[in-house]
């Protein structure tokens, strides 16, 4: 049988090789979070050329192959299946190539798949990756947060002193906070943002890619106002900026004056202990010789 690498690089590879048989074994695909134009030429070409899809639910990926002119076996999946169910799926990508959707967007991103592609990898099977539409990559590149460094944290927990724990938690992280939220929820989750991460803008990625897509930065009291007046829906990402730089207190300045004029000279310890605080450096050196006398 005709191997086809659809992780070439060259696209002539690609449409000469497309007619050929995908090659046995577990293929990634993500698919669209709301516009159906999203879908990526390979996702396409791999759900054509597939033996079948393990998916979420059959009547979602159903509605997606009708839409692409496809018909193959659907197999349910979910990462609560029993461990024989999954490992018969795997076992099957031997001789199969078999591909993982989730509803919407990519799989394993807060979706099944960890499980199946750890099995299959533990047996062996070859997997490849159709990468595509991600709800919180898409909102990280509209928000205008810092996207330097960003942490996906999934759903905030429903529980409230849960989801108070949880942020109390990521609140020292120097990092883009990014949480998946449903509309019912918002205000709850801004309000507790509001509590356990004072003075952060908050981005409110809604409805990304659909018809009423919408994108608001702003404090969480302006947008918990926003919001209880006008009941948000559809699907939304929650973002928080990094923390801001916390000027050290002038206490803590001088006990790491002390502490550096122990070993070093009252200029060298000014140097660093500016460096460490983001204090002025004169200011420290004049402080230093005080401290000396
Ligand atoms: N695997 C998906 C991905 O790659 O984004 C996420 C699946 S998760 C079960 C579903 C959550 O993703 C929604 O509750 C919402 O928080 C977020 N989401 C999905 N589509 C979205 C969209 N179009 N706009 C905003 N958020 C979306």
Aim: with cysteine; aromatic share 4%; charged share 25%.
């Amino acid at each position: 049988m005709a191997a086809f690498v659809t992780n070439t690089s060259d696209a002539s590879d690609t449409n000469s090789a497309a007619n050929a048989a995908l090659a046995p074994g577990l293929y990634i695909v993500a698919t669209p979070i709301g516009n159906l134009n999203d879908i990526t030429l390979r996702a396409v070409d791999v759900l054509t050329r597939c033996d079948g899809v393990a998916c979420e639910d059959t009547r979602v990926t159903g509605k997606l192959m009708r839409h692409l002119g496809l018909s193959k076996p659907l197999w349910r999946y979910n990462d609560h299946a029993e461990e024989r169910d999954r490992a018969r799926l795997v076992e099957s990508m031997a001789t199969r190539a078999v591909a993982l959707v989730s509803d919407a967007g990519t799989p394993l991103i807060s979706d099944p798949g960890y499980r199946l592609v750890n099995a299959a990898r533990e047996a062996g099977v070859e997997v490849q990756t159709i990468p595509g539409p991600c709800a919180a990559i898409a909102a990280i590149t509209l928000a205008g947060l810092p996207s330097d460094r960003f942490l996906f944290a999934g759903f905030l927990p429903v529980k409230e002193k849960a989801r108070a724990d949880m942020l109390v938690e990521l609140s020292g992280i120097d990092a883009t906070l990014v949480f998946y939220e449903s509309a019912g929820r918002l205000v709850k989750a801004l309000s507790a943002i509001d509590v356990a991460l004072p003075g952060r803008r908050v981005g409110v990625a809604r409805e990304l890619t659909k018809l009423h897509e919408e994108c608001r930065v702003d404090t969480p009291s302006a947008l918990m106002a926003h919001y209880e007046a006008k009941p948000p829906k559809g699907e939304i990402v929650l973002l928080v900026e990094p923390p801001h730089e916390t000027k050290a207190s002038a206490e803590d300045v001088d006990t790491l004056l002390r502490e550096a004029l122990r070993t070093e000279k009252p200029s060298q310890a000014a140097a660093k202990v500016a460096k460490a605080t983001g204090t002025d450096r004169k200011a420290l050196y004049a402080r230093a010789m005080e401290l000396r006398g």
